[in-house]
């Protein structure tokens, strides 16, 4: 089994929708994250948390939200979807020294 | 500020060699270089902190200039499963947990 699951893996909807992209890890993490990814454009942070208790905006977060569940699962909330959030969605994990990241295996979410 | 990543894209024959560069218009405390294949998630390579240290493992190395905040990653003798997308994620004093991605550089490794 992956140590960091998204769900779903994609994921067709409309505009104005409401999708929620979950993940959960078993790597004993604290600390998650969920980028988006657009073509040449990178990765960018959305939001990350370093437990439970304590999450914070990434670099792109107008338009999303997110809950931290458990120390494993981070989901991630479109309340109301656009076009333009039309991208592949990755989660990440690290440990407290944050000497690397481990990504889950994405979502691609389109929206219509 | 996201750092800048050159060239964009490259093409080898197998057993050439590359370099990927990576500047920072800011102070750095680490420097993360990733892989990612076609429709594969990222995969973590390594990890260069203040310091200015050298690391490789395998025929893939990098280095870090943290006065000119710049990274280097070394693709020597390159192979065909060297092929993917290369990324840069910096991190700054306030964390190097935190990490801002370069946009990619595109390597591809023909026979």
């Known amino acids: 089994d992956a140590d960091v699951t998204q769900t779903p893996r994609n994921r067709i909807t409309k505009t104005g929708k409401r999708i929620m992209l979950e993940c959960s890890q078993t790597k004993g993490h604290d600390r998650m994250y969920w980028y988006r990814q657009d073509p040449g454009l990178g990765l960018r942070l959305i939001y990350y948390s370093f437990d439970v208790k304590d999450i914070n905006k990434g670099e792109i977060s107008d338009g999303y939200s997110v809950s931290r569940q458990a120390q494993a699962k981070f989901s991630l909330s479109l309340e109301s979807a656009i076009p333009n959030q039309t991208a592949l969605y990755f989660c990440a994990t690290s440990d407290v020294q944050g000497m690397s990241q481990h990504f889950g295996d994405g979502t691609r979410l389109s929206i219509l | ?111």
Not at chain 2, 22 to 32: G, I
Not at chain 2, 53 to 78: C, V
Not at chain 2, 86 to 104: A, H, I, N, P, R
Request: hydrophobic content about 30%; glycine content about 10%.
């Open chain 2, 1 to 111: 500020q996201q750092p800048v990543q050159s060239p964009q894209a490259v093409i080898l024959r197998e057993g050439e060699d590359a370099v990927i560069n990576c500047s920072s218009s800011k102070a750095l405390y680490s420097v993360h270089w990733y892989r990612q294949k076609h429709g594969e998630a990222p995969v973590f390579l390594m990890i260069l902190l203040k310091g200015g240290e050298q690391k490789g493992h395998d025929k893939i190395s990098a280095s870090f200039n943290e006065k000119k905040q710049q990274s280097s990653l070394y693709l020597t003798a390159s192979q065909l499963s060297y092929s993917g997308t290369y990324f840069c994620g910096t991190g700054d004093q306030g964390g190097s947990e935190k990490l801002v991605f370069g946009k990619g550089t595109k390597l591809t490794v023909n026979p």
